[in-house]
Every structure is written in C-alpha cells, then in structure tokens.
C-alpha cells in the first residue's frame, strides 16, 4: 500500500525544509522528498539544497576565512599588529567549511526527527492526480499526498558551447573547492556569486578579471551604491570589464583562454588558469513531469503562481527558486511558511516589498525596498538621507569607514521607501530597514529612536534625521 500523507514537499532546501516543518508544527502529516544532488558520507540526501551546501554557507565560511587573511596581510599593521607575511593553507580553509556545511545539514535532518517529518530518498515527480490529492512518484516508489509544495530550487546556469568540468571551468559548486589559489581567474559575470568569489579568491592572492555583458555595473543596486562599489573594487584590485561579448573558451593543459569583444568592440583574449562562470541561475523544474498533469510553466520554465504561491493545479503550490521574484533563501523561507499557514486555513503571508537583498563583499552591500532611480522611473517625489561611515566614530575606530546609508522617503508622507546600504555589517544593519518598512514608518519614526553609541547602527539613524535635514553628526 502506498505511503500517505497530507503534504509532500519536493526539495529539501531552504524553502523546502522549512515549509516542511512548519506544517508539520501545523498539525499536517508531512514527508519531504529529496534525492542524492548532495550525498554524505551514508550516501544519504543532505538536507538544505544549493544554499546549505554549496551556495550561501560554504561560500561565507570561505569569505569569511578571505577577510581575516586580507587583514593579517593588510589591516593589521595600521594598528600596530605585526604578523609577518600570511600563508593561506587551502585545504585547512576547505576542512573548515565542509565542516560547517555538515553540521548544519545534519542538523536539518534533526529538526526533521525533532518535527516528525518523514524524509523520502529520492527525486519527486507527478504522476496523476487522485480522488484525496495527488500520486507522487519518489525513487521508485508512489507516494499519495492530500498537498503537493514544489521547492526544487534552482541551478547554475551554464553557455552554449562552454564544458563546466568544476576544474579548469567551473560553475558556482567548483569555485568553492579550489584546491589551490590560481594566479589568475577569469569570471564570466559580474553579479551578487561573482563578486563575491572573485572577492574570496582575490585576497587570498589571485589576479581577478570578471567579465560583464551588460554596460552596467550592479544595475539591480541603487545608483549611488554602485558607483560607490565599482570604485571601492577597482582599488582593491578586481577588475571589471562591462560590456563585453563573450565568444569561445579553450580549455587546455595551459589553463583557459577567453576570447571577446570589449565595449569598444575591439577583440580581446584572455588567459586565465581557472574560469568561473557566474551567469544566473535556472529553476530546475526538469523531471517534475509537470507537463503530464498540467502545471503550469512560464516562459522561463518557472512555475506559474500567484500572490501566495498558489499553482494551477488545485492542492499544489510553489515557493523559492522555482517561482518568480529573487533568489533568495530567506524568500523562500517567508514564502514556505506563508503556504504552510495558508494550507491551515490561518492568514498567511510575505511581503515582497520588504524582502532584503545582501551581497557579503568588503564592505558588504545591502538594500530593502525601491532605489532612487526605480523612484525615478515611476515619478514619485521623495527625500533623501544619506551619511557616510567615515562620520562615525565606531566605523573609524573598526577601521571600516568606506560607504554610506542612503535613506530614500516619500516627500509628502515621509514614509521609508527604501534603503540602501554599502558598508561594514550592511547585512545586519539593514534589518532595522525591514523592520521599519513592514511597519510603514516614517523616516521620522527611526530618527526619533534612540541609538546606542557607539554603535554603527547610529549612521541609520542620522540618515533618518538627514531625510529632514536635520542630520548632528555629519
């Protein structure tokens, strides 16, 4: 007799772990199917998808482990520190982050004991609606489900023409396990995974050059946080060339070779030892058979939803990579509890209005809300704040002063619309943001909170009182 249950979740990643887990809180009898993308050591499926295993953790454990040997090489001696010269041990640096990635996706499988969610091997795909819900073929076994939650998340995107081998030519996955710092790396892509392990391996000593299609750099950022990050990389030495068409890459004993044709539209080659290629990512709706039972694919194979997740097809729904809006983890987060919640009848539910945005280079850039040229676009009249770090006292004793909080806020209600954020801690300090955006505050509002100080929070709080003018610091 086949397996029941009242909600099969497909995918065992961010989205997928925890909408199991939440309707399991919910009373809902759960399974979450997920096959063996990443096995440990039993051969089993871990747990947490592309962002526990190779995606978010490991590459903040790498970034991380960067930082601190750019500051033993860089940092320390305008504080008096002498360390000598740095060596970077790469493999110690990779033991340390797969230890990390293990820990935290057994501990996904634990809160799937401690939750009484049932954990199927094996790849999720439909088979046929039933009378009670849905038949789910999981390995080679049919499972039947009242409520379906799609969460396959995404993978990296690949070019025509171009062999990831996750050695000469990687993807996302082999940047993170290089076993050796190359001389020179070429990224084919500028964006939030470029930048970042181009910043991993730049540190540790390697000649970075990303290559960038569009003529603009961070074009998805506020303009003034762009052109602030473009200058502030170029002097630490990543170089970024916008504009350029990619045509073929040679791989050989040698290393690899790209030809392209830069903004000028003059032919250029260049040699590198190791390529990364950082171009997107693609929802991996591939082998759900969704095409048989009728769900519903956009023009992008993304799985067509509504507001709250909801498919075409009664009793399933969608959340994550594998649906519209950014890829985030925390999106899929908010999205899974949001449907699990509305599976129980209670009021779901994720403001995508408030979803942050995070990139963990040095200094960190983060925003919340509309930039100042989608303010623009639409024709809203706003106000701005913005204060640098170099005007507060804890950014410079850290010796972090480069970047700026940039508050943007309607003109005639005052209320936040966005904020933007390019500097030390910008990932925990745009939380503030969100919690005042959900709540509809005005700049005001955060300008008349008392901020402890020294605190690098306090440069929040004088772009609130810069909204109006009134900014004591700067």
């Not at 001389?183 to 892509?189: D, M, Q, T, Y």
């Not at 502030?232 to 060339?241: C, D, M, P």
């Not at 350029?244 to 044709?261: F, L, M, Q």
Request: hydrophobic share 45%.
């Amino acid at each position: 007799m086949s397996k029941q249950f009242d909600v099969l979740v497909i995918g065992g990643g961010p989205g997928g772990y925890i909408a199991a887990i939440r309707a399991a809180q919910l009373g809902f009898s759960v399974a979450c199917c997920e096959s063996n993308a990443y096995a440990d050591a039993k051969g089993e499926p871990r747990l947490g998808g592309t962002c526990l295993n190779v995606g978010c953790i490991p590459s903040k454990a790498l970034l991380h482990t960067s930082h601190v040997f750019g500051e033993a090489g860089h940092g320390f001696a305008a504080q008096g520190i002498s360390v000598g010269t740095p060596t970077i041990d790469v493999a110690t640096m990779l033991a340390r982050k797969n230890a990390i990635v293990n820990q935290l996706t057994s501990g996904v499988k634990g809160l799937f004991k401690k939750n009484k969610v049932t954990l199927l091997n094996g790849h999720g795909a439909f088979v046929a609606q039933s009378e009670s819900g849905w038949q789910i073929k999981v390995g080679e076994e049919v499972v039947k489900a009242k409520q379906v939650i799609v969460a396959t998340g995404s993978k990296a995107r690949h070019l025509p023409g171009v062999t990831v081998d996750g050695k000469l030519i990687s993807d996302n996955v082999g940047a993170l396990d290089f076993d050796v710092v190359p001389k020179k790396l070429a990224i084919i892509g500028a964006g939030v995974i470029g930048l970042e392990l181009g910043s991993v391996w730049r540190r540790l000593g390697a000649d970075v050059t990303l290559l960038e299609a569009l003529p603009e750099f961070l074009s998805v950022a506020d303009v003034d946080v762009a052109k602030e990050a473009a200058k502030v990389f170029a002097k630490q030495g990543l170089n970024i060339e916008l504009g350029v068409n990619i045509g073929e890459v040679t791989a050989s004993k040698k290393g690899v070779s790209i030809a392209y044709v830069d903004k000028a539209g003059k032919a250029q080659t260049l040699a590198a030892d190791r390529l990364v290629v950082s171009v997107g990512r693609i929802p991996n709706t591939d082998g759900l058979n969704a095409e048989a039972v009728g769900l519903k694919l956009d023009e992008r194979g993304r799985i067509d939803v509504d507001g709250h997740c909801r498919t075409s097809l009664p009793g399933v729904w969608a959340v994550g990579d594998v649906v519209s809006g950014p890829m985030l983890a925390h999106k899929a987060m908010d999205e899974a509890v949001m449907v699990a919640e509305l599976m129980a009848g209670q009021a779901g539910h994720c403001n995508f209005d408030t979803i942050p945005w995070v990139i963990y280079t040095s200094p960190e850039i983060a925003w919340v809300g509309k930039t100042e040229q989608q303010l623009k676009a639409d024709g809203v009249a706003y106000k701005v704040g913005k204060i640098p770090f170099a005007a507060n006292g804890r950014a410079l004793g850290m010796g972090e002063p480069t970047g700026f909080v940039k508050m943007l806020a309607d003109a005639q209600s005052d209320r936040i619309l966005g904020v933007h954020i390019i500097g030390a801690s910008a990932s925990e300090l745009i939380s503030e943001a969100v919690v005042a955006m959900e709540f509809s505050a005005a700049s005001e509002d955060l300008a008349r909170i008392c901020h402890a100080h020294p605190t690098l929070s306090e440069v929040m709080h004088e772009a609130a009182l810069a909204c109006d003018k009134r900014s004591l610091h700067f």
